[in-house]
């Protein structure tokens, strides 16, 4: 599966912003998909990951109440909508998706190696 992430861009401290991942190439609801970002000069950090059928969903402990994951199979998307923004969330977004999702535990979810699929990147810069 391919997938492309977009929908990042300039905001302001308080602002919302809604992360897209379009998916083709593959049955999508098949796959779980887990949003991560990174900082230069820092690890690829795990903010939240759905379950193929978009029942379960699954934080970052730091964002739980201000970001919101969800998928649309029929649309072959995922989405990330970020609410309340922080300069600290300033960073490169990127969705992932991964057929074995259902087998892993919270823990495994978090890890980005886990992952076999990656879009591209889409930039969050959060201007205090």
């Known amino acids: 599966v391919q997938l492309q992430a977009y929908g990042g861009g300039l905001a302001q401290a308080g602002d919302s912003l809604r992360l897209s991942c379009a998916a083709s190439g593959g049955t999508f609801s098949l796959y779980g998909v887990g949003w991560f970002r990174q900082t230069p000069g820092k690890e690829r950090e795990f903010v939240a990951a759905?379950?193929?059928?978009?029942?379960?969903?699954y934080y970052a402990d730091s964002m739980k109440f201000r970001f919101t994951i969800s998928r649309d199979n029929a649309e072959n998307t995922a989405h990330l909508q970020m609410n309340s923004l922080k300069p600290e969330d300033t960073a490169v977004y990127y969705c992932?998706?991964?057929?074995?999702?259902?087998?892993?535990?919270?823990?495994?979810?978090?890890?980005?190696?886990?992952?076999?699929?990656w879009g591209q990147g889409t930039l969050v810069t959060v201007s205090s």
């Open positions: 759905i379950s193929g059928t978009g029942i379960n969903t």
């Open positions: 992932a998706a991964d057929r074995n999702f259902n087998r892993w535990n919270r823990y495994t979810m978090e890890i980005p190696s886990k992952y076999d699929y």
